[in-house]
């Protein structure tokens, strides 16, 4: 329990950096996983929620809440630059949890670097994704675009 409570502290940490970043300060700092590549961001600004109109210029940040896995785990997007389905950096969050059959399936957890794996590990039943956020996460929709690390 309190392992998982140190876990949840730093997610809540970096979700809320990614959020909440000086939007002139980047930070080209490994930040969130993206296509399988580690990516650095830039914080610029909370959006209202999409319209009919513009639904389809957000992408999923996965961010995982209870990962026991020792090399920590970063929040995942949907498309990175170079994805042609990549919205640059328009988010929609979505909450993820390790099911308890993950966990007993895993014993520590992967750390999860793309989409794909995300959505084979809620097929498999490890992952429960719920879209939005949690108390104290990022904002639901919000800004920040994915910067090149290093």
């Known amino acids: 329990m309190k392992r998982s409570l140190g876990i949840l502290a730093t997610c809540l940490l970096l979700t809320s950096q990614i959020a909440t970043a000086d939007p002139g300060k980047p930070n ?20 209202p929620a999409p319209n009919s109109h513009n639904r389809g210029s957000f992408d999923a940040l996965y ?19 170079g994805n042609r389905d990549y919205n640059g950096g328009r988010w929609f969050t979505h909450t993820v949890e390790w099911t308890a059959e ?25 992952l429960v994704v719920t879209p939005g956020s949690f108390p104290g996460g990022p904002p639901v929709y919000f800004q920040c675009p994915l910067l090149p690390v290093h």
Do not use: R
């Not at 961010?63 to 630059?81: D, F, H, K, R, Y």
């Open 63 to 81: 961010v995982i809440t209870n990962s026991n896995n020792p090399e920590g785990q970063l929040p995942v997007s949907e498309a990175a630059p």
């Open 28 to 47: 080209f700092m490994p930040s969130l996983w993206g296509d399988g590549q580690l990516w650095g961001t830039k914080g610029t600004t909370t959006l």
């Open 102 to 126: 993950g966990f007993m399936d895993h014993g520590i957890v992967p750390v999860l670097t793309s989409a794909d794996e995300i959505a084979l590990h809620e097929e498999l039943g490890h």
